[in-house]
């Protein structure tokens, strides 16, 4: 059946029961499900009523036993340790060891930290995946169908609204936190491996029916302020080391020197102030490639100019958005994720930068996210057709290597969407006649912006009528692929097999695309 | 002009190719292609060094291309410099400069 954004979605797919036993229905277009009621799915919880001293387990592999776990459940974890994580796979670890099988990992994201859950893959113990990114040998087996069913691949947002509807059950969360007390009040601050904000475990320290948190460094009770409720925790373990810091926050996200990304970015900022939402007391979210980031240093000056603040910046935070703030630009900072060093010192700091849960910052289902009221976001792709639709989820061969992350959540709330992206990267035509897979839809996606030009989507010509009054040049995206094409060929189709390995889902938890197995090239 | 020694041009950078051309008695045209967009372009690439070859009158030689993105003007320009050093231009200076080399 062919959905909102053109693509061949399975009818078996429907009703194969992937969706906890619920039939899914196929993408219908941006905002489908605004008005519907959902009914959240509550965990099953043990009630600890008599007094208690401590959760505190001695090891991971007791936590494991103590919390039921057995085969076939769904195991969750948090990505706010990113590439420095320890926790999956330890936790894994003692799973397989125990002979504990058939098990999902639904996971607010995985990254290349994780390619031994690749072995556990190809030897069957790991038979579901759900999660927004998956890279690495991961990636690979999975796209080579190896997995036993098709993986999950949600939006942040989407994540939420699958947990909270009970799209995906979990039996055991194993949350991973920098500082926990010994009854599971836990932060992401003052401990070895800080990593600033816990929101996207939040979700599921609510809806798990067990919830595990595992800390390097326990601290006196109680842990307050704390990100993840000590009322939600069954079971504390200590153990040596949750992650690498140096890998958890990377020293300083680099700003680009990059002139080409310069330029990019330059014009970025000139479209936003062309807006009528460029206004005091706007609203901002930026990505942290290289020429999202540099958004940040040509606002700056036009702020100035035009004697303007911005009320709000959400998102992953870096520390161009903290300084910012600092110079007075920036009324507060709302935090789902930190990506360096610089933002986790502001949190640590900084009273008017907040963390927030991921159901606050991205979630469709509840009653308005931080992301519905966005006036501007401005995000990266590896790909972008000539419906705008982008793709950050398969590489140039066909193999999952990315996430949907925050991307389809914000492009969808903000009232300006901006993709940034060079029209070429190598031989890849990044602007193009039909993405490889669709991760945002082109109905949420409203500014595209190359070093060869820029284009809007003809659904918002109330954006071309401010570039038009403004005196910025724009073209049809057709112009600007076959531009792309004259310069490196046009490529030819990937090769697939019939198997699906890889389901988007849009936000709404309908399907936008999936991902087939790929087949080796043959000349 | 006849290919003498293995001729080799190019780098393993990205958006660039290296070519290794060498000298063979007979059986044709011996390719081996690895790409980093083998998928979406090595049908092109392939094309391409073959095309390359032609125009310059290769008929037997075991060619190795290991692209890592290159446009098809650094293919062609990267088969014909591998090549010309195979024939030893490069020693006694007899590029054909103008013409054949475009």
């Not at chain 1, 109680?222 to 993840?228: G, L, Q």
């Not at chain 1, 789902?336 to 360096?340: G, I, L």
């Given at each position: 059946m062919k959905n909102a954004v053109g693509r061949e979605i399975p009818e078996?797919?429907?009703?194969?029961?992937?969706?906890n036993g619920k039939g899914y229905e196929v993408y219908q277009g941006?905002?489908?499900?605004?008005?519907k009621y959902i009914k959240k799915q509550g965990p099953t919880t043990k009630i600890y009523q008599k007094p208690s001293e401590s959760k505190i387990l001695p090891s991971i592999r007791e936590a494991v036993i103590k919390s039921g776990l057995k085969d076939g459940m769904t195991v969750s974890f948090h990505h706010?340790?990113?590439?420095?994580?320890?926790i999956v796979n330890m936790v894994m670890k003692e799973i397989v060891d125990l002979g504990i099988k058939d098990i999902t990992i639904a996971a607010s994201s995985l990254g290349?930290?994780?390619?031994?859950?690749a072995d556990y893959i190809e030897q069957g113990i790991v038979t579901g995946i759900q999660t927004s990114g998956i890279r690495g040998r991961m990636g690979d087996v999975v796209s080579h169908g190896k997995l036993k069913t098709p993986a999950i691949l949600r939006s942040h947002g989407g994540r939420v609204r699958a947990v909270e509807e009970g799209d995906v059950h979990i039996d055991v969360a194993f949350i991973g936190a920098p500082t926990c007390d010994e009854y599971g009040n836990?932060?992401?601050?003052?401990?070895?491996?800080?990593?600033?904000?816990l929101s996207y475990a939040v979700p599921d320290s609510e809806y798990a029916d067990k919830v595990v948190v595992i800390t390097d460094t326990l601290v006196p009770y109680?842990?307050?302020?704390?990100?993840?409720h000590g009322i939600n925790v069954d079971y504390v373990v200590k153990v040596?080391?949750?992650?690498n810091p140096k890998k958890i926050a990377s020293a300083a996200a680099r700003m680009t020197q990059n002139p080409r990304d310069l330029m990019m970015a330059e014009n970025v900022a000139k479209i936003m102030t062309s807006?009528?939402?460029?206004?005091?007391g706007f609203s901002f979210q930026t990505g942290a490639g290289g020429p999202s980031l540099a958004v940040n240093r040509f606002l700056e000056p036009l702020m100035v100019e035009r004697g303007i603040k911005m009320a709000w910046a959400i998102g992953g935070i870096t520390g161009p958005i903290c300084e910012l703030q600092r110079k007075g630009l920036v009324g507060k900072i709302i935090d789902?994720?930190?990506?360096?060093v610089a933002a986790i010192e502001d949190i640590r700091t900084n009273p008017n930068h907040y963390e927030m849960t991921a159901s606050e910052y991205a979630?469709?289902?509840?009653?308005?996210?931080f992301v519905n009221k966005l006036d501007f976001v401005v995000l990266a792709a590896l790909e972008v057709d000539i419906d705008f639709n982008v793709n950050v989820i398969t590489g140039s061969d066909g193999v999952l290597r990315g996430a949907p992350g925050g991307h389809p959540d914000t492009a969808e709330g903000a009232k300006c969407c901006i993709i940034v992206t060079p029209l070429t990267r190598g031989r890849m035509?990044?602007?193009?006649?039909?993405?490889?897979?669709?991760?945002?839809?082109?109905?949420?996606?409203?500014v595209v912006v190359t070093d060869y030009g820029l284009s809007v989507n003809p659904k918002r010509q109330d954006i071309i009528e401010c570039l038009d009054k403004a005196g910025i040049k724009h073209v049809p995206i057709k112009e600007l692929q076959e531009k792309a094409y004259s310069m490196v060929g046009k490529p030819d189709d990937l090769q697939w097999k019939d198997?699906?390995?890889?389901i988007l889902e849009a936000?709404?938890?309908?399907?936008l695309d999936v991902v087939r197995e790929i087949k080796p090239y043959e000349m | 002009m006849e290919l003498k020694a293995v001729g080799t041009a190019g780098t393993l950078e990205s958006s660039d190719v290296m070519i290794t051309i060498e000298p063979t008695k007979s059986g044709g045209i011996d390719l081996s292609l690895e790409s980093s967009v083998i998928n979406q372009y090595g049908r092109q690439i392939k094309a391409q060094v073959l095309d390359s070859l032609k125009r310059l009158g290769v008929e037997n030689a075991k060619v190795i291309v290991n692209d890592h993105g290159a446009l098809d003007c650094t293919i062609k320009a990267r088969v014909e410099c591998a090549y010309y050093r195979g024939c030893q231009c490069d020693v006694d200076g007899t590029y054909p400069w103008g013409g054949v080399i475009r």
């Open positions: 078996e797919l429907l009703n194969s029961g992937l969706r941006k905002g489908y499900r605004d008005g706010h340790f990113r590439d420095g994580d320890y290349s930290a994780h390619d031994p859950i836990a932060r992401a601050l003052g401990g070895k491996s800080d990593c600033g904000v109680p842990n307050f302020p704390a990100s993840i040596d080391e949750i992650g807006t009528p939402w460029f206004k005091d789902v994720q930190d990506f360096d979630n469709p289902a509840n009653k308005g996210a035509a990044t602007i193009c006649e039909k993405v490889v897979t669709v991760t945002t839809p082109g109905d949420c996606v409203d198997k699906v390995v890889a936000r709404d938890g309908t399907i | -």
